[in-house]
T-cell receptor, first 110, second 113 residues
């Protein structure tokens, strides 16, 4: 069964304090690993899709990396506006379903 | 483009009542999805559609029905609402593999009492 585990469940950082969020996964035939940002009361906002081990993608202060077992979302010098819940999901080949983790709630204090 | 829109934003139902959650997208996407998000849990796929007239079950379809008569609209029907259907419902769309599931709606928060 496909599984996604995100850690930590919650992370509190000071502004400018870099850190990483982890997404461990098990899936047969990975067809994509997805990262989303979700603000309270809003729908998920797409950030990245990674397709193969070794792939990296960046967007502003965020950088996502992928290995065969896990993905990291690195946040460099975060700002309070980066506070949100970050969701990780995987897609198996031949499936229209994304399997989501429970998310990591990030709080960045000024 | 408005993207993916959902109505209503909030709704309270009594046990046994029925309702339709509306979802519309204006991006001419063939693929549309319904997910539910329960507190502290990951989103789960209810139903999806790969084009007008074509729908299929996801992971948690029981208690729900869908139809897709147009490319733009993908309504989700709840028959005989139960407390277990209390959740936040998200509709999403994509045009295919290259932009798979990049667009989510703002959600409908449903409470069944």
């Amino acid at each position: 069964e496909d599984q996604v585990t995100q850690s930590p469940e919650a992370l509190r950082l000071q502004e400018g304090e870099s850190s990483s969020l982890n997404c461990s996964y098990t899936v047969s035939g990975l067809r994509g690993l997805f990262w989303y940002r979700q603000d309270p009361g809003k729908g998920p906002e797409f950030l990245f899709t990674l397709y193969s081990a070794g792939e990296e993608k960046e967007k502003e202060r965020l950088k996502a990396t992928l290995t065969k077992k896990e993905s990291f979302l690195h946040i460099t010098a975060p700002k309070p506006e980066d506070s949100a819940t970050y969701l990780c999901a995987v897609r198996r080949g031949g499936s229209e379903k994304l399997v989501f983790g429970k998310g990591t709630k990030l709080t960045v204090n000024p | 483009n408005a993207g993916v829109t959902q109505t209503p934003k909030f709704r309270i139902l009594k046990i046994g009542q029925s309702m339709t959650l509306q979802c519309t997208q204006d991006m001419n996407h063939n693929y549309m999805y319904w997910y539910r998000q329960d507190p502290g849990m990951g989103l789960k796929l209810i139903y999806y559609s790969v084009g007008a007239g074509i729908t299929d079950k996801g992971e948690v379809p029981n208690g729900y029905n869908v139809s897709r008569s147009t490319t733009e609209d993908f309504p989700l029907r709840l028959e005989l609402a139960a407390p277990s259907q209390t959740s936040v419902y998200f509709c999403a769309s994509s045009s295919g593999t290259n932009n798979y599931l990049r667009f989510f709606g703002p959600g409908t928060r449903l409470t069944v009492l």
